[in-house]
């Protein structure tokens, strides 16, 4: 697995992981295939909503001032909904855990989030 660091701006990175048989999603680590939810130069593909989280680049991805979480809790905490929502289902764990190299801790720390 590959990863390309994505900077939001105001010290907010995201994460985009891809292999050879494509991109994955930020949040839930759907493969999108050759689709990707951010250029190679950062900005974000406005017009695409990831089917299974719903997470949509450019207005999902960074915390709100009012909320006052770093990226990581946020992302996290969009982690949890999403996963709330599907039932924590193995299938998703698995796949955090194969494409960004989950912990039972980072498991954890998304239960809590």
């Known amino acids: ?10 010290g907010c990175q995201l994460i985009q992981p891809y292999d ?3 991109y994955y999603c930020v949040i839930c680590a759907k493969s999108h295939g050759d689709r ?4 190679s130069d950062g900005q974000p593909v406005h017009d695409f909503i990831c089917p299974d989280c719903r997470m949509h680049p450019g ?10 979480l770093t990226q990581e809790q946020h992302v996290a905490r969009y982690r949890r909904r999403w996963l709330d929502s599907v039932g924590w289902d193995d299938e998703y764990v698995r796949r955090l855990r194969s494409v960004f190299g989950m912990s039972d801790d980072d498991i954890d720390t998304i239960r809590t989030a």
């Open 20 to 22: 050879e048989s494509g």
């Open 36 to 39: 990707c939810m951010y250029y």
């Open 59 to 68: 207005f999902d991805d960074t915390p709100d001032e009012q909320d006052g």
């Open 1 to 10: 697995m590959n990863y390309q660091v994505i900077d939001l701006g105001l």
